[in-house]
T-cell receptor
């Protein structure tokens, strides 16, 4: 079964705007990861945030984690057309379970 | 990070035939690798955990006799879809990595069963 639920399911924005995706999960976690998938391709790891961390940055990416609410968010700032992809959160102890994903479309 | 390759990248086969997909960890000795399936516009669903030198662990609802997994070496895991049917058409992706840490994914194999 899916560990994470993400919203929105789809998001369309203009280049330069920020994109925010949210992920909620059900069980206790050690860490939460975000991945990106271009259409028809494999997944690329973006960022891992541990359960004792509240915020993490990587370039234009900012991830927050609220363990009390069992939720995480991924913010992409100053989006580019090349950011068009599906984004998934994933958590798990002995195996990685993926959320439902957000399909992001960035228009030039 | 680790580099994972998959072969073939796509395959078309007739119903009833078997298809083997290879997943190689090119720079990491993977005692554990994972196999996922992804239907169009859906998320990845874990099918099984491939354990080097021992039997794979299958997720609930995944038929182990239909999806044969072999992990004979630290760098190679294979998934064989036996007696494939059109409903097995999907995108199959493998990954390796440390448990509870970053997973490194292969580029995926698109299977189309006619």
């Amino acid at each position: 079964s899916q560990q994470g639920e993400e919203d929105p399911q789809a998001l369309s924005i203009q280049e330069g705007e920020n994109a925010t995706m949210n992920c909620s999960y059900k069980t206790s976690i050690n860490n939460l990861q975000w991945y990106r998938q271009n259409s028809g391709r494999g997944l690329v790891h973006l960022i891992l945030i541990r359960s004792n961390e509240r915020e993490k940055h990587s370039g234009r990416l900012r991830v927050t984690l609220d363990t009390s609410k069992k939720s995480s968010s991924l913010l992409i700032t100053a989006s580019r057309a090349a950011d068009t992809a599906s984004y998934f959160c994933a958590t798990g102890a002995d195996k990685l379970i993926f959320g439902t994903g957000t399909r992001l479309q960035v228009f030039p | 990070g680790a580099v994972v390759s998959q072969h073939p990248s796509w395959v078309i086969c007739k119903s009833g035939t078997s298809v083997k997909i290879e997943c190689r960890s090119l720079d990491f000795q993977a005692t554990t690798m994972f196999w996922y399936r992804q239907f169009p516009k859906q998320s990845l669903m874990l099918m099984a955990t491939s354990n080097e030198g021992s039997k794979a662990t299958y997720e609930q609802g995944v038929e182990k006799d239909k999806f044969l997994i072999n992990h004979a070496s630290l760098t190679l895991s294979t998934l064989t879809v036996t007696s494939a049917h059109p409903e097995d058409s999907s995108f199959y992706i493998c990954s390796d990595g440390q448990l509870q840490e970053t997973q490194y994914f292969g580029p995926g194999t698109r299977l189309l069963v006619l």
